[in-house]
T-cell receptor, first 120, second 111 residues
């Protein structure tokens, strides 16, 4: 259980266009999802926390008008990179927060497989 | 501010040897520490967290608040342990949210 999917797995877009990435929790509901960015050979950096039915909370330095997040349902959050530029090329990973599937009384984050964005 | 440091980007050991992946953290509040693992071509997954005091796949990690460390250890490494390991931190009050990741250690276990 607790599977998270992302679509697409990779996308190439032209500079100036927008691209949408979907993150879905397949077998559970997630009121909270997270979006991360990972540069080559570097760590994951939290971009924003996506809350179902309310506005996302962005980390310092992340432009909310550039990275639009919508969490319209308990199983879907979307990240739209608007007016993409080559420097936005990166690996974007989402996660969904849910109660531990291992039976512990804790929340865990379950990660999606990531989306490789290339802006040409 | 919260910070996680993994001093070794690459670590190589032989099968059957002990392995220790180092993790140090900086956090002003009560920390919750995690180890995540990413096997080749797979997604990131939770290996263990300090609160649950688990031993998963033979790995253990002890939170040392005095040294602000959360090193991951396994007495006898196996080839299938080869993977990227990330140490991560959140505040206890956020219950696993707002994770700060270290830069990761690529572990290679040689036959």
């Amino acid at each position: 259980g607790a599977v998270v999917s992302q679509h697409p797995s990779r996308v190439i877009c032209k500079s100036g266009t927008s691209v949408k990435i979907e993150c879905r929790s397949l077998d559970f509901q997630a009121t909270t999802m997270f979006w991360y960015r990972q540069f080559p050979k570097q760590s994951l950096m939290l971009m924003a926390t996506s809350n179902e039915g309310s506005k996302a909370t962005y980390e310092q330095g992340v432009e909310k008008d550039k990275f639009l997040i919508n969490h319209a349902s308990l199983t879907l959050s979307t990240l739209t990179v608007t007016s993409a530029h080559p420097e936005d090329s990166s690996f974007y990973i989402c996660s969904a927060r849910a109660y531990s599937a291992r039976g512990f009384p804790f929340y865990e984050q379950y990660f999606g497989p990531g989306t490789r964005l290339t802006v040409t | 501010a919260q910070r996680v440091t993994q001093p070794e980007k690459l670590l190589s050991v032989f099968k059957g040897a002990p392995v220790e992946l180092k993790c140090n953290y900086s956090y002003s509040g009560s920390p919750e520490l995690f180890w995540y693992v990413q096997y080749s071509r797979q997604r990131l997954q939770l290996l263990l967290r300090h609160i649950s005091r688990e031993s998963i796949k033979g790995f253990t990690a002890d939170l040392n608040k005095g040294e602000t460390s959360f090193h991951l250890k396994k007495p006898f490494a196996q080839e299938e342990d080869s993977a990227m390991y990330y140490c991560a931190l959140s505040g206890v009050e956020t219950s696993g949210s707002r994770l700060t990741f270290g830069e990761g250690t690529q572990l290679t276990v040689n036959p």
